[in-house]
């Protein structure tokens, strides 16, 4: 079977033309950098984000959503998603849960507060020990959300979720707790 690779929604009306049999990874990091913009956990915690150019910036782009910061986050996340699983339903889509290392997590808005500098950021805290740590739960729990509005609000069952650096069976399962 030939699955494509795609993180951009604007481009998947025109690849889910292609003959392929879905999408093998949709990588939810273009889908935080381009539509949302902001850290998960600036928009669960905005008190702790100092920056004051970057809190302008924030509450220009979550204007209307002022009463629940991370519905910002889960709509405009469901919506990138739902736009690639839409194109290409039914055919599966392998959707990656978010996997920026540090220091591209540190350069969303409000980001650098909550990231911590890492020699070597490839292995540092990514992927699957992100999710269920304390410094990162609440912005899972946004990634979460979003996720279940896809498959179920909007019916887009095609969606498979694939979690990411994923070091032990343990961790995993510490992974899906959190998702539970």
Do not use: W
Not at 141 to 164: H, Q, S, Y
């Amino acid at each position: 079977r030939i699955m494509v690779n795609l993180g951009n929604p604007d481009q998947a009306l025109k690849t889910s033309l292609l003959p392929v049999e879905g999408v093998g990874l949709a990588r939810l990091e273009f889908i935080i950098a381009e539509h949302v913009k902001i850290h998960p956990m600036a928009l669960a915690h905005p008190e702790r984000v100092a920056d004051e150019t970057a809190k302008r910036r924030i509450h220009e782009l979550v204007r209307g959503y002022e009463n629940d910061l991370g519905r910002y986050f889960v709509e405009k996340l469901s919506e990138g998603i739902g736009m690639i699983a839409g194109a290409f339903y039914p055919r599966p889509v392998i959707v990656r849960l978010s996997d920026f290392k540090t220091n591209e997590y540190a350069n969303l808005l409000g980001g650098e507060v909550f990231e911590p500098r890492e020699e070597n950021p490839m292995i540092g805290f990514r992927g699957a020990s992100r999710y269920y740590d304390p410094r990162y739960r609440d912005g899972f729990a946004l990634e979460c959300r979003a996720l279940k509005f896809v498959r179920e609000e909007m019916g887009l069952t095609n969606v498979k979720i694939m979690v990411p650096f994923c070091r032990t069976p343990k961790e995993g399962g510490l992974v899906l707790e959190e998702m539970a």
